[in-house]
């Protein structure tokens, strides 16, 4: 079993939003290829993730390799993320959504997919832009001048998440410098260390902890995609589908005509709520990491998703309380407000409030 203590860590101690990324270039480094700087991450209580491109996407912060750290990010695996709390069962068996988006290279990984170059895309879009205009500029300017001015070598400089100090991507390549004979072999190497072997252990711990739950060979026929969609849903809230998932329930005793009116205007008001309005009502609310209406990061790919399918509880009219809600049971409870602009204000000082829970 996993520490107890990396086991009970909630989602601010499992994810981290920074990376302090050096550029690619020529460094000193130790007869091993690493410098002699100390690892920034000695601290096997650093996160577990963190997000090296800005874009939302999560990768693994393998820290020290030691035994209690690569078994959380076996637990991880087993238990498909752990956010403030172990499940019992796989999410992708129990159709629940994993509120982090791992980058597309881990989720390669565990499907035993190769890693190419474009993956860095997904792990660090600003790099990745950089590398592939530094190819084609290899082909179409003067290739004298450029690498000259770059002063590029194969060594990489790695962020305090990566293990910090500068590395050499072959033997003593800190001597070999980029020209455009080895640009591509350069930024092969470049990528492949950045996505891969540096976070080479708890990317493989990862990987093991899913098989371990489920049958090996069980998710061979899935791409990336398919394996992301699965995990983290449809990310962009269509109103549309929402609406075919909702059902509605009536507490209120007024009759049909004002029912069928008020959810007129519940729904135009979520049509108009901004991208981000809308996955905190559905969602994750963000700077909380607390989930207000379904307990899902996102819809799901389909209907059998939601367990259970999203609803609401209209409740008697009440223009003095908020709506609340109750996550275990995807269930909305609203109010009959008086007008659309009191449910419009309610609402959103509702998601801005965190007004959840038991009801």
């Given at each position: 079993?996993?520490?107890?203590?990396?086991?009970?860590?909630?989602l601010?101690?499992?994810?981290?939003?920074?990376c302090?990324r050096?550029?690619?270039?020529a460094?000193?480094?130790?007869?091993?290829?690493v410098?002699?700087?100390?690892v920034?991450d000695?601290?096997d209580?650093?996160?577990l993730?963190?997000c090296?491109?800005k874009r939302g996407?999560?990768?693994?912060?393998?820290?020290?390799c030691?035994?209690e750290?690569q078994?959380?990010?076996?637990?991880?695996?087993?238990y498909?993320?752990v956010?403030g709390f172990?499940?019992?069962?796989?999410?992708?068996?129990?159709?629940e959504l994993?509120?982090?988006?791992?980058t597309?290279?881990?989720?390669?990984?565990?499907?035993s997919?190769?890693?190419?170059?474009?993956d860095?895309?997904?792990?660090?879009?600003?790099?990745?832009?950089?590398?592939?205009?530094?190819?084609v500029?290899?082909e179409?300017?003067?290739?004298n001048?450029l690498?000259t001015?770059?002063?590029?070598?194969?060594?990489?400089d790695?962020?305090p998440?990566?293990?910090?100090?500068?590395?050499?991507?072959?033997?003593?390549?800190k001597?070999?410098?980029?020209?455009?004979a080895?640009v591509?072999?350069y930024?092969r190497k470049y990528?492949?260390?950045?996505?891969?072997k540096?976070?080479?252990k708890?990317?493989?711990?990862?990987?093991?902890g899913?098989?371990?739950?489920?049958?090996?060979g069980?998710?061979d026929?899935l791409?990336a995609?398919?394996?992301?969609l699965l995990l983290?849903g449809?990310?962009?809230?269509?109103v549309?589908?929402?609406?075919s998932?909702?059902s509605?329930?009536?507490?209120s005793?007024?009759n049909?005509?004002?029912?069928?009116?008020?959810?007129?205007?519940?729904?135009s008001?979520?049509?108009?709520m901004?991208?981000?309005?809308?996955?905190?009502?559905?969602s994750?609310?963000r700077d909380?990491?607390?989930?207000?209406?379904?307990g899902?990061?996102?819809?799901?790919?389909?209907?059998?998703?939601?367990?259970?399918m999203p609803?609401?509880t209209i409740?008697?009219?009440?223009?003095?309380?908020l709506p609340?809600?109750?996550?275990?049971?995807s269930?909305?409870?609203?109010?009959?407000?008086?007008s659309?602009?009191v449910?419009?204000?309610?609402?959103?000082?509702?998601?801005?409030?965190?007004?959840?829970?038991?009801?």
């Open positions: 079993m996993a520490s107890e203590a990396l086991l009970d860590l909630d601010f101690s499992l994810v981290d939003r920074g302090s050096k550029s690619a270039g460094g000193r480094s130790g007869a091993d290829g410098d002699d700087a100390p920034a000695e601290d209580n650093a996160p993730f963190y090296p491109g996407f999560y990768a693994p912060r393998q820290g020290r030691t035994f750290r078994n959380a990010f076996r637990n991880v695996g087993r498909n993320f956010f172990i499940t019992d069962c796989l999410c992708l068996l129990q159709n994993c509120p982090i988006f791992l597309r290279h881990v989720l390669k990984s565990i499907l997919r190769p890693i190419k170059f474009h860095l895309a997904f792990f660090d879009p600003v790099v990745y832009e950089s590398l592939r205009q530094l190819v500029d290899a179409t300017k003067d290739n001048s690498f001015a770059l002063d590029l070598n194969f060594s990489i790695l962020c998440e990566e293990g910090g100090g500068t590395l050499e991507l072959i033997p003593n390549g001597d070999i410098e980029v020209t455009s080895n591509y072999d930024v990528a492949y260390y950045r996505m891969v540096a976070q080479e708890a990317i493989e711990n990862i990987r093991t899913v098989f371990d739950v489920l049958p090996e069980s998710l026929g791409t995609e398919d394996l992301r983290n449809v990310g962009d809230i269509n549309s589908v929402l609406i998932y909702t509605f329930n009536d507490e005793g007024e049909s005509e004002r029912l069928v009116k008020f959810k007129r205007w519940l729904w008001i979520v049509e108009k901004t991208h981000l309005e809308r996955q905190d009502l559905v994750l609310i909380k990491r607390v989930y207000f209406w379904t899902s990061p996102a819809l799901p790919a389909s209907e059998d998703g939601f367990q259970p609803s609401v409740r008697p009219a009440d223009d003095g309380h609340t809600a109750n996550t275990c049971i269930r909305l409870y609203i109010p009959l407000y008086s659309r602009s449910l419009r204000q309610k609402l959103l000082l509702a998601i801005k409030t965190k007004n959840f829970g038991f009801v």
